[in-house]
């Protein structure tokens, strides 16, 4: 197995596999493993129902008992619109594929909207956890529009049986502020229902854009939506790999002050190597107390599978606890989805893969 993922890592297989993490020790990290509900949850706040379902996620598909998550959200048929999401494989628009193929794909849980989920619910709830995204940008308003806003309610969510929900906030938005009140009121009631709670804690902003350099994906701008996310007590974090650093220093000039940083962040806590910048990542999730979970990012059509390795590498060296992949999985056929999804998982699975 682990030559067969160092052969699609390719050039980068060495740094990759072989880097050791001078910034943040691993001994000072929550890392997950078999008894990461016991360990981490059970002395929580959290509800005897909470740790019930939050033990169902890591308790199905081929990763059961690792403690890692192999997550398939499909949501994009509101957030990219349908046609976008789906032309490349039609089968799809019909939700029973969507839940058909992470069965069949070995996932710990399927993600998606309350319409794709409620018309299946009586078949598929009980045999595979099912979270509900509960929030949307609907990206049909002339002009588009970018603004997370409410689909459904918690407790029907809980009645089709959910074993989790999920809601994007876009931190750094002009609406975050109310975003992260709606989402804080909805995750407290989820809690109390029993379910357990997924944030997507995407940035969102033209400014953060300076110089042809995107710091939507920065270390310590995601990592700080991170902390803000276990904040208002998500489990478990959805995040955007991290392509650069410095995004606190390149928005805070004189002219326009912006937030505040530490030079160690830079210095000390982080390096320019990908797993370091992961490794940040988890540092703001409690240092991995609530899961880091990465994205799986968009379907290029070409080095798909490698990429999505690549990915998952550099999420469970870093301290990571999975990864999240979509548009890679269901736009191709079922079989070579579940491939894809499987090669994702073989990471996980592989003890040679080991936390840096």
Known sequence: MIDRIAGMLGKEAQGLLGHQCKTIPKEQLHLPGPDF??????????????????????????????????????????????????????????????????????????????????????????????????????????????????????REASEMGAAAVGATIYFGSAESSRQIVEVAAAFEAAHQLGMATILWCYLRNSAFKIGGVDYHVSADLTGQANHL????????????????????????????????????????????????????????CYMGRASLINSGGASTGKDDLAQAVRTAVINKRGGGAGLISGRKAFQRPMKEGVELLNAIQDVYLCKEVTVA
Request: glycine residues 8%; contains cysteine.
């Open 229 to 284: 996310g276990v904040t208002i007590q998500a489990d478990i974090i959805k995040q955007k790999l991290p392509e650069n650093n410095g995004g606190f220093k390149a928005l805070n000039t004189k002219e326009n002050p912006y937030g505040k940083t530490d030079e160690r962040v830079y210095s000390q806590l982080t390096s320019d190597h990908p797993v370091d910048l992961v490794r940040y990542q988890v540092a703001n």
């Open 37 to 154: 509900v016991d360990r981490i949850w059970a002395n929580s706040d959290r509800k005897i129902t909470v740790l019930r379902n939050l033990q169902a996620l890591y308790s199905t598909g081929r990763l059961t008992g690792s403690g890692y998550l192999s997550i398939l959200p499909v949501d994009q048929g509101i957030e990219h619109s349908g046609g976008a999401s789906f032309a490349a494989n039609p089968a799809y628009f019909d939700p029973e594929q969507i839940v058909r193929l992470a069965i069949e794909g070995g996932c710990n849980a399927v993600a998606s909207t309350f319409g794709v989920l409620g018309i299946v619910a009586r078949k598929y709830a009980h045999r595979i956890p099912f979270i509900v995204k509960i929030n949307h940008n609907e990206f049909l308003t002339y002009p588009n529009k970018f603004d997370q806003i409410m689909f459904g309610t918690i």
